[in-house]
């Protein structure tokens, strides 16, 4: 099943998701993925990939920055099973 978070532009998710490596001190800025499919799809391709329920859309981030976010109020986003 396929979910959009909301029609926001892109560049205010981007700015978001900027905006809080900034301020959380994260190792990369988030990559900022509407669809939860593209998002679990993209996380699992990478050594250590997570899936956070960000600002607007999820971020894939690694799983210190996750674990950053995770202390920060932000959640972990649920993967519905297919």
């Known amino acids: 099943m396929t ?4 029609n ?7 700015n978001a998701a900027a905006k809080a490596k900034e301020a959380l001190g994260l190792k990369n800025r988030p990559v900022v993925i ?6 679990f799809r993209l996380a699992a391709s990478t050594k250590a990939g997570a899936v ?5 859309a999820f ?3 690694c799983l ?3 674990e950053r976010l995770a202390a920060n109020g932000y959640e972990y986003a649920p ?3 297919r």
């Open 3 to 6: 979910s959009h978070f909301d």
């Open 34 to 39: 509407r669809d939860e499919g593209i998002a």
């Open 59 to 61: 971020w894939v981030v």
């Open 52 to 56: 956070i329920l960000g600002e607007g």
């Open 79 to 81: 993967h519905a099973p």
């Open 8 to 14: 926001a532009p892109l560049k205010t998710l981007t």
């Open 64 to 66: 210190a920055d996750a």
